[in-house]
């Protein structure tokens, strides 16, 4: 059964709505426009001559095999960060919310990386893991593993993957963790009544009852993935090596405020913009139906 | 973003008008000991006159205080001068519209200003195909080779004695690692040591038209046979573990300090943190080369920065500028700061001053840079000015790294590099051609 609330006033509704359609306008539609916009021009760097091409950018890119390549880091990346992310945290939460002593204490601990800017998590990971002088990369060496994310792919993809699911535990933690206390304790100690396991006791009620939280998550955690890891990357491995950690946001940032390369750039987040509406819509469609409220 | 700007802007207009003296802004990415000298010499010429008043601000590294400006210049709220490195020169080039030749700049104002008192290989740099300066000439550097020579003596090598030659170069390497070195040998800023600067040393080409200094029609030539043999033999070093990569840009200089690694080719620009730095004796040489390859070697090429002067500012504040470069151009001023700095001297007169006043016998190895760079330029070696050059050096990067790794050959690897260029420079000519 849906809610609906029912206003007798025409404009009202749009007045209440108003603060939030600002907001939305000012940064998101706006913004999303420049890009459309700056996606058919090309120009010099300080945009004193403008010209119109139409779809060249997107040519440009369409021809380019390693931007094309860069699709598949892409969702290697996204779907390492988005389903390590939210397990590790609904891990944590599971056992942070069965704590009695000192629960607080571990909540601030693990709430903690969030603030944490994301170019600092980068640099943080990059030191532990630096191949001369890491302190991490001196232990695995211990261990028979010659740690080197300068020249292998798969370490520096495991590199950045680790800080960026690091920086976003938190987020998912305090979410997970409201999820799990709003639900009803006498429902759980019914089923444990009834014999119920804690291992069965998760899967078929807690994880059910968290599905809402946990399909909020997978939307947010992709979202993030796809647009908010640039500055990890830009300082873990500049997408290095090769273009092996090189994803879709990281070069849409590298062409646009390093190279200076507006129209390619505005290109790429076009491109960007559609994959991940397309992404949510089918998360929507499809994801959502497993979903109970 | 603009609105800071703006209140930038506001913040230095009020100043502006409590003063009698014009104030021109001068935005560069100089830190630690250069940071001060910058400072330093905006002190010495407010100090020298009272009508114009140099304010430098520190805007961040290179791209980013390049990104700031283009920011700032959309707002309407440029710096009168601007330092861009020698990778955004052509990109600076093409923006007709937002910048004015330092040559106009002093013609207007009346101030003398020979391009021919510059190391050729310096002025022609910044040279427009037409002849006309259009930068000033400020910090220029250029690549080197620095070695450890505790490490040498303790291998066996004679400390004295840097190897010149790449054989001599790998055969070294290979003594220090038979004495137990980890990292024999490493390059900073692969890319402009190992191929551009390679050409140049080699007076092959590195793109045509005169490495795209004369025009901007230029490609990618870098998958020469000179290229493969080179980047092939630095490639099985790597392998034998005699050349240990390091990471892009600078990122390699501090294992070198550190005395992790016992060579490296980087900048003469990294001469002040070895010398403030290191805790062993190290010796400067120039850059080792090829003894067969006909005309090896040549020069190397220029990095640095230089000054651009910015449109839309009012004639007064433009001869301020002028002034100000008048007074850094002079061979005393030239010559303290080559001497301060280990950039290199940019007018022939300042090396002149600075070879009489005994420094290079005092402080053996800062002339190396010098003589690499005061040599007769062919067309081959004049420089390397190409357009949308920030993301070739970063293509340069990724597929050297994949040599490096194992997963491409040099000769895949450079063909790449000419391929993924090529595609960029036909992007800029195309982007550039009106206008």
């Known amino acids: ?293 | 973003m603009k609105l800071k700007f703006a209140a930038v802007a506001l913040a230095a207009s009020c100043a502006l008008s409590a003063q009698a003296v014009t104030e021109v802004q001068w935005w560069h990415s100089m830190t630690a000991v250069n940071g001060e000298w910058v400072n330093d010499l905006a002190k010495g010429f407010n100090a020298s006159q009272s009508n114009y008043k140099i304010v430098p601000t520190y805007k961040g590294t290179y791209d980013e205080s390049m990104t700031s400006a283009v920011a700032a210049f959309r707002a309407g709220n440029a710096p009168h001068i601007l330092q861009v490195f020698e990778v955004g020169t052509a990109t600076m080039m093409a923006s007709k519209n937002a910048i004015v030749p330092v040559g106009k700049v002093m013609k207007d104002a009346g101030q003398k200003f020979d391009p021919k008192a510059y190391i050729s290989a310096v002025a022609g740099y910044y040279t427009a195909p037409s002849g006309e300066m259009l930068s000033f000439p400020f910090n220029s550097s250029t690549t080197v080779f620095y070695y450890n020579k505790d490490a040498f003596k303790a291998a066996g090598l004679d400390p004295e004695k840097a190897p010149g030659s790449w054989p001599e170069v790998a055969l070294a390497a290979a003594k220090l690692k038979a004495n137990g070195h980890k990292c024999p040998l490493t390059v900073a800023w692969q890319g402009w040591t190992q191929l551009e600067s390679f050409s140049a040393w080699h007076n092959v080409e590195f793109a045509t038209k005169a490495n795209g200094l004369a025009g901007m029609d230029a490609r990618m030539k870098v998958n020469s046979p000179l290229h493969v043999r080179h980047i092939e033999n630095l490639a099985n070093m790597a392998k034998q573990g005699l050349f240990v990569y390091k990471g892009r840009a600078n990122v390699p200089e501090a294992t070198f300090v550190s005395g992790e690694c016992a060579m490296i080719t980087t900048s003469s620009g990294f001469y002040g943190n070895v010398k403030k730095n290191a805790k062993f004796a190290y010796g400067l040489a120039p850059l080792p080369y090829y003894p067969d390859v006909p005309g090896a070697p040549q020069n190397t090429v220029i990095g640095g920065a230089s000054l651009w002067v910015m449109a839309g500012k009012k004639a007064d504040e433009y001869k301020g500028v002028a002034e100000f470069f008048t007074y850094v151009s002079s061979p005393e001023v030239q010559s303290a700061s080559h001497k301060r700095t280990g950039y290199l001297p940019i007018t022939t007169a300042a090396f002149q001053l600075t070879e009489k006043s005994g420094f290079y016998k005092e402080n053996p190895g800062t002339d190396v840079a010098v003589n690499q760079m005061i040599r007769k330029v062919t067309d081959k070696s004049r420089g390397i000015r190409l357009g949308n050059y920030v993301q070739i050096r970063t293509i340069e990067d990724e597929e050297l790294e994949q040599v490096w790794g194992g997963k491409k050959s040099a000769k895949e690897a450079l063909d790449a590099i000419v391929k993924r260029g090529n595609e960029l420079l036909e992007r800029f000519e195309k982007a550039n051609k009106k206008g």
């Open chain 1, 1 to 293: 059964m849906e809610k609906r609330v029912f206003f007798r006033s025409a404009w009202l509704p749009w007045v209440l709505m108003a603060p939030q359609v600002a907001v939305i306008a000012l940064f998101f539609f706006w913004p999303a426009a420049q890009a459309l916009l700056q996606s058919v021009q090309q120009s010099d760097a300080f945009g004193t001559s403008v010209d119109w091409v139409g779809l060249d950018n997107f040519r440009n890119l369409w021809n380019d095999d390693t931007y094309l390549a860069s699709f598949y880091t892409t969702a290697i990346f996204s779907t390492l960060v988005a389903v390590l992310g939210i397990s590790v945290s609904l891990l944590l939460a599971v056992f942070a919310d069965r704590i009695v002593k000192g629960a607080l204490a571990y909540k601030t601990l693990l709430i903690w990386p969030y603030a944490v800017a994301p170019a600092v998590a980068g640099v943080l990971w990059l030191f532990m893991f630096a191949p001369s002088v890491g302190v991490v990369s001196y232990w695995l060496r211990a261990l028979g593993i010659d740690w080197n994310h300068l020249l292998n792919g798969t370490h520096a993809m495991t590199l950045v993957v680790m800080a960026a699911v690091w920086k976003q535990i938190s987020y998912n933690f305090l979410f997970f963790l409201a999820g799990l206390q709003s639900i009803p304790k006498s429902l759980i100690e019914a089923a444990a009544i009834d014999g119920a396991r804690p291992w069965r006791r998760f899967w078929t009620m807690v994880f059910p009852l968290l599905s809402p939280t946990t399909f909020f998550l997978l939307v947010i955690n992709m979202v993030y993935a796809f647009f908010d890891t640039f500055a990890i990357i830009d300082a873990a491995t500049q997408g290095g090596p090769g273009k092996d950690t090189a994803i879709l946001v990281y070069k849409v940032y590298f062409d646009g405020f390093k190279a200076m390369d507006m129209g390619g750039s505005a290109a790429q987040s076009v491109v960007l913009m559609v994959i991940v509406v397309a992404l949510t819509v089918v998360q929507f469609r499809f994801v959502e139906k497993k979903v109970n409220y």
